[in-house]
């Protein structure tokens, strides 16, 4: 759990790079997924890349009755097991940062698992604004 | 740890884990209607149909539901021989004539091609076809608001007395594990309709979106200590108050260093 998303918000562009990126690498049946990462502006021309926050003490955890979402200790993400998942859309409510979503596409809940601990979206930023870095 | 074989292919698992869990985690389709890992398994469609050997059993096989079976050290599992293949296709073409308009029943009969059913199709046929996914899911929930009713071919799934159920919170995740989508429900003007009760449906307070109601909120609230003003906005109005709240400590931070 010592990687952590880096957000340099004076580099991002808005370019969503990182959304094509994110939605390309969860595609299924040949078809993108829904983006997990937006980039957003918070004033005029500036933006910053908002995703889940992997929080310690996540409410979507708690939400969850059916014991789908579960941290993964090796990577400290909390994924979703949508073999568990009922849409029952508690966490999607729950999520105090919203970032919990439901894809009307594949009709499933999705929320950022980290890509097993190599995100493709800080793969792909053409500017460095998003870089997932190993923290002290 | 065990070792199990299926199909020839050794393989590890937990013990405790049913044969069904271990075999769809090898790619291996074994058809389900009524499994879901929410829930606890009760062989209800008898679908995950498998034969099991062992070498010690001198030759003698079962025929086990495999949602139901947990694994144990040595057994040899074969998931599609032609003992097996004629088990499934009966029943499905049993769950035919009771639901012949369900699309996934009709889905599975086809891949074990039967197009058409060769029993009489029960007279009031319907899509349920009593699996108890439904009832098993609103246990897990500790609500418990639908059950089966009535005896014999007359069963079904319904609230108490067939009135609008107390206990039933509009959740949805009956209708969503329903495996033939039998269970109505709407979502209009704000309001939730399931099981003929109506639900107010919470809207974003600033774009008016819902996502679960009132009851279901509430029931977060108590049961999982979720704070009620989470459920004020939609998910979509929460990550934009998250990008300016990030970006007010980006800007205030660039002042501290000006």
Known sequence: ?136 | MVHISINGKVVKATEGEMLLTVIRRQGIDVPALCHHEAVEPTGNCRLCMVEITREDWKGWKRHVTSCLYPVEDGLIVSTHTPEVMEIRKTILDLQLARSPEAEIIQKMAEEYGIYKTSYDIVPDADNCIMCYACTRICEVLGRSAISAVMRGHRKVIAPPFGEEPADCIGCLSCAQICPTDVIPWTDENGRRTIWKKKFDLIACKKCGKTTITREFAEFLMEKRSIPGEYFNLCDTCKRHELAEKMGGIVVAALEVTL
Do not use: W
């Not at chain 1, 808005?14 to 299924?28: N, Q, V």
């Not at chain 1, 994924?79 to 729950?94: G, I, P, T, Y």
């Not at chain 1, 053409?126 to 870095?133: D, M």
């Open chain 1, 1 to 136: 759990m010592n990687y952590r998303f880096k957000v340099e918000p004076s580099l991002c562009t808005g370019c969503r790079t990182c959304e094509l990126a994110c939605a390309f690498s969860h595609s299924k049946n040949q078809k993108p997924g829904l983006s997990r990462i937006y980039p957003l502006a918070h004033a005029k021309e500036k933006y910053v890349p908002v995703t889940c926050l992997q929080c310690d003490d996540p409410a979507c955890v708690k939400s969850c009755f059916f014991d789908a979402l579960r941290r993964n200790e090796e990577t400290g993400a909390v994924e979703l097991n949508l073999e568990r998942c009922v849409k029952c859309m508690a966490c999607v409510a729950s999520c105090p940062f919203g970032c919990a979503l439901f894809d009307d596409v594949h009709d499933e809940v999705v929320k950022c698992d980290l890509c097993k601990g190599d995100p493709a979206c800080a793969h792909f930023c053409p500017t460095k604004a998003l870089k997932y870095v190993r923290i002290l």
